[in-house]
């Protein structure tokens, strides 16, 4: 690992569950999907869906001054160059919904879809940022891995070049042999340069899962707890325990209700008014001088739509139309939903055996490898042999590293279809 380091900062140590806490806590859209849970559910309240009454205070104040001339019928005249007039009235209005056809409870059932979608929408924000954060972590130690695999083939080909450079000093071997050791040396270090790169962006995308600075590197796990056992889930439990599948079918309800609400345009409304009044009126010139009134009142509304160009009709069945859409996006999620775990738990399987069987392979390669060494230490294996056994050694490194992986990946993937990385 020595070839990666003085390109960033110092590494720091992070385990996987120490990444999956940070993006827990700092990923912005984690953040910004609780700040939507958050809405719905201050949006969630009987005053909303319009159970509650409506109270308002108002008042008015107003002063007047005029030039007043005024001849009245009984022969006389009046006339104030300056009459003052004032005029206050307070007054208390409350205006009550007591009958819509049912509008404030379908509307109080959407509200409660809402705050579900919404909650389901967080929690599956933190599944598909959980399940990314695990694979790239994966990917980081993977590549970490790999540069182990290529900083194995160096030694290797160190230990073979000094073998070839010893015997032709003492003229055991041909020159070819250290010049071909030489060369694999050195293809060995360009591959090792190369992977310096894909480190670095992978460190990045991580940082950016866990809303941490870019130019930070880390020092991760050596290798990844793998679970080989998983049991499939039956088509019910899955339809269950998927989130996303769980908001398509709160969508599909929730456009039920609207066409059930756009239903109730068609009856009566009825509303309570009522209030208090209290009105004060002075004026210096006129028959009143001064006038005085206040007391309650109060009054029933009934409201029945019987012509509007059609549009009641139109809203009621673009709202049908729509509830029909979202049903058959929903059937059509759900089987894409089983077709998608299918393959994913395929992926699965098929990974398990490759990981297992590399991870047998790998023994047989470095009992292979250790055999052809020895072989050419004492002059028997040529060195085609040996080189040919690294290579094989290295390769088989290789694949049981991407083996491993490949199956932290696909279990990853079974996992948060079944909604069980965070409980």
């Known amino acids: 690992m020595a070839l990666t380091q003085g390109y960033a900062q110092v590494p720091e140590r992070l385990t996987l569950q120490d990444a999956i806490t940070r993006t827990l806590h700092y990923n912005f859209d984690i953040k910004n999907a609780d700040l939507a849970r958050q809405q719905a559910e201050r949006n969630n309240t009987l005053g909303n869906a319009g159970f509650s009454p409506n109270v308002w205070f108002n008042t008015t104040l107003s002063a007047a001054q005029n030039n007043v001339h005024s001849d009245l ?153 793998l679970n080989t056992s998983l049991e499939p889930a039956d088509k019910e439990q899955l339809q269950q325990a998927n989130l996303f599948l769980d908001i398509m079918r709160r969508n599909a309800t929730v456009s039920r209700l609207n066409a059930d609400i756009a239903k109730t345009y068609f009856l009566p409304s009825v509303n309570l008014n009522g209030g208090y009044n209290y009105n004060r009126n002075t004026n210096s010139t006129g028959f009143s001088v001064f006038t005085q009134s206040y007391g309650p009142n109060v009054g029933l509304t009934m409201s029945l739509p019987l012509f509007e160009g ?12 729509q509830a029909l859409r979202d049903e058959l996006l929903y ?13 994913a738990w ?27 060494l020895a072989r050419y230490r004492v002059g028997v294996g040529t060195t085609l042999e040996s080189r040919q056994a690294e290579t094989d050694y290295v390769a088989a490194l290789e694949r049981l590293y991407t083996a491993a992986y490949n199956l932290k990946v696909n279990e990853t993937v079974v996992l948060e279809l079944q909604n069980q990385l965070v409980r």
């Open 73 to 225: 019928a009984s022969g006389g005249v009046q006339s104030n160059p300056s009459a003052k007039s004032t005029s206050v009235n307070p007054y208390l209005l409350v205006n009550w919904t007591i009958f819509d056809g049912g509008k404030m409870f379908l509307v109080k059932k959407q509200l409660n879809e809402y705050q579900s979608i919404s909650e389901s929408q967080l929690r599956l924000q933190v599944q598909t940022m959980v399940s990314r954060t695990i694979q790239m972590y994966a990917k980081l130690v993977w590549q970490k891995q790999q540069v182990i695999a290529i900083d194995t083939g160096l030694a290797l080909a160190r230990v073979r070049m000094a073998i070839s450079a010893l015997k032709y000093e003492t003229g055991a071997g041909a020159k070819i042999d250290y010049l071909q050791a030489r060369v694999d040396y050195s293809a060995r270090q360009s591959d090792s340069l190369n992977f310096i790169a894909s480190l670095v962006q992978a460190e990045d995308s991580l940082s950016e899962l866990m809303g941490e600075p870019m130019d930070k590197t880390y020092i991760t796990d050596d290798s990844l707890v």
């Open 310 to 321: 059609g549009n009641l009709r139109r809203t009621a069945r673009v709202a049908s139309l």
């Open 346 to 372: 395929l992926n699965y399987r098929i990974s398990v055996a490759a990981y297992q069987l590399e991870r047998d392979n790998i023994k047989y390669a470095k009992e292979n490898l250790d055999v052809q």
């Open 331 to 343: 059937d059509r999620q759900n089987i894409f939903l089983g077709k998608q775990y299918r393959t």
